[in-house]
């Protein structure tokens, strides 16, 4: 099982990026995927979440700027991130289970891990 991470680079705030997060050797399509995200010396934050049929969920500092989407067909899921600020940079990491579950703001809730791309958001 593999997820890859990719989208990520350097941006001036204002600016938008999309993460993509593409999941291979899987004998099932998951049924909750997400989006975390880390800092040096800070625990991995919850960004947003989305599964079969669910609508998105976010963390309260991304609402209204960033967008959760998924193609279950391939596996693939995305983040469309806009109107970024520094406060955003972070290495984004992508993750999956099989199934849905509440607790889906716990890095601890998810089986599968992509291996983090870099977003830098700077003048």
């Known amino acids: 099982v593999q997820l890859q991470a990719s989208g990520g680079g350097w941006v001036r705030p204002g600016d938008s990026l999309r993460l993509s997060c593409a999941a291979s050797g899987l004998t099932f399509s998951p049924s909750a995927m997400a989006w975390f995200r880390q800092t040096p010396g800070k625990e991995r934050e919850f960004v947003a979440a989305g599964g079969s049929g669910r609508a998105a969920r976010y963390t309260e500092s991304v609402k209204g700027r960033f967008i959760f989407s998924k193609d279950i067909g391939k596996n693939t899921w995305y983040l469309q991130m806009n109107s970024l600020k520094p406060e955003d940079t972070a290495t984004y990491y992508c993750?999956?289970?099989?199934?849905?579950?509440?607790?889906?703001?716990?890095?601890?809730?998810?089986?599968?891990w992509g291996q983090g791309t870099q977003v830098t958001v700077s003048s």
């Open positions: 993750a999956a289970r099989r199934v849905w579950i509440t607790t889906y703001a716990k890095d601890t809730a998810f089986d599968y």
